[in-house]
């Protein structure tokens, strides 16, 4: 698992109920042989996680990569060539690798306007497309602006939301684990 705070269980008392561990286990339940090393960082914006990708490929040799970077990027409003640019690396580097990955649409309050903001979503199922990768849905849905699931920032899931991010990525990664 590469990805930012959302995945680094940013903020939650027990890093252990964060949603990508729920994931682990869930995994160990269907008795998959996948093991998962989460090296996200909160924070991370797609510039950080190029410059450690290469690094963190050779140290971790994933067969697998599960990509959920941009919103740092898309909250700061950072051009959508360079996220485009940084992200669409990172995917030809998981192919020097010989790893798959998935990528994870992300979405962003409409602060930047409507453009920017319908843009920058296009730029993760764009580069699916280019690249003929999985992209996962928005996996905030349902958690997004639901105050009942949110910590106080409005950003970060709370632990109660951890089950429902995993649920939502589980149907489009659960194939992928059967093969």
């Not at 990027?73 to 998935?102: C, F, H, V, W």
């Not at 979405?107 to 990768?133: A, Q």
């Not at 995993?166 to 059967?178: A, D, F, K």
Request: aromatic share 8%; hydrophobic share 35%.
């Amino acid at each position: 698992m590469y990805g930012d705070s959302l995945s680094a269980a940013y903020g939650l008392t027990d890093i252990n109920r964060g949603w990508v561990q729920l994931l682990q286990e869930k995994i160990d339940s269907h008795q998959y042989p996948w093991k998962i090393a989460n090296v996200s960082i909160s924070g991370e914006t797609t510039a950080g996680g190029l410059s450690r990708f290469r690094k963190t490929l050779a140290q971790t040799d994933p067969d697998l990569v599960l990509l959920q970077l941009g919103a740092n990027d898309g909250l700061q409003g950072k051009p959508l060539k360079t996220i485009k640019s940084n992200l669409d690396q990172m995917i030809a580097l998981t192919r020097e690798y010989n790893s798959d990955i998935i990528l994870f649409e992300m979405k962003i309050p409409p602060n930047y306007g409507p453009v920017y903001t319908r843009r920058f979503t296009e730029t993760f199922h764009g580069l699916g497309k280019k690249w003929d990768v999985p992209v996962i849905p928005f996996f905030l849905d349902g958690v997004a602006g639901n105050d009942s699931l949110n910590q106080p920032d409005g950003i970060h899931p709370t632990e109660a939301a951890q089950p429902v991010l995993l649920n939502n990525v589980w149907p489009e990664l659960q194939p992928r684990l059967q093969q």
